[in-house]
């Protein structure tokens, strides 16, 4: 039986699939595949790495501009990962290797976008920064990993936060944010405490706080999800005695 955090994301993602059925419908009559737009997701996410990169070697440590349009092609991007799923259902072209290959990709899409952001904060010199979103990639895989090796042994395994729509949101919604606010107040400004000498947050912020909230709770995600799947494959094991 869904929990009541279950049955809130579904309810979302029922209200987004009426939103986005006329895309699909015209997707399906332009002859994409669910595989071809698993591949748009995976290119489109290359193009982050590429703005990130580019942030990284042209732009200055004050110029945030690339991270916002950086989380603005992630938030476009992460709609593929809706529309391939959509795609094979309205369009009944759902094949097990279809399954597969989007979980395959979506992991390399994941992969490679917190390529771009480490390579970024690396290059500025946002070193714990750069630590943290490594962590955040770590504990993303491990979320993703947990489910499908549960789900292989016959156990059911999908609560918990920060599951790939909400870690897709969180890195694109503060992007964007940052870029935004550093166009208003300046990719440097800073807020000192009075007494202290050093600043305590400054505009970069608004995207690596996030990140390093996200390096907390898909870790925890990824263990509570082990310790739930130990739970339920113990009881099966003593099932069969």
Request: charged letters at 15%; a positive charge; one cysteine or more.
């Amino acid at each position: 039986m869904p929990n009541k955090e279950q049955s809130i994301r579904v309810q979302l993602q029922q209200g987004i699939y009426i939103i986005i059925d006329p895309l699909v419908r015209l997707l399906i009559k332009l002859g994409l595949t669910p595989n071809m737009v698993t591949v748009i997701g995976l290119l489109l996410n290359i193009g982050v790495t590429v703005i990130f990169i580019q942030g990284a070697e042209i732009g200055n440590r004050g110029d945030l501009s690339y991270v916002g349009w950086a989380g603005a092609l992630v938030l476009f991007a992460g709609l593929f990962d809706m529309l391939d799923g959509q795609v094979a259902r309205i369009g009944k072209m759902s094949s097990s290797f279809g399954a597969l290959f989007d979980s395959v990709l979506d992991r390399y899409s994941e992969l490679v976008l917190f390529l771009g952001i480490c390579y970024y904060l690396v290059a500025h010199h946002y070193f714990f920064s750069s630590l943290f979103a490594f962590v955040s990639m770590i504990g993303s895989m491990m979320v993703s990993y947990t489910r499908a090796r549960a789900e292989g042994l016959g156990i059911e395994c999908k609560d918990g936060l920060m599951q790939r729509p909400e870690r897709v949101i969180t890195i694109a919604v503060s992007a964007i944010a940052c870029g935004v606010t550093a166009h208003y107040i300046g990719g440097d400004s800073k807020l000192f405490i009075p007494g202290i000498k050093f600043h305590v947050l400054e505009t970069m912020s608004i995207f690596t706080i996030p990140l390093t909230l996200m390096a907390v709770l898909t870790n925890y995600t990824a263990i509570k999800r082990l310790m739930d799947a130990k739970k339920a494959l113990d009881a099966k094991d003593r099932s069969k005695k």
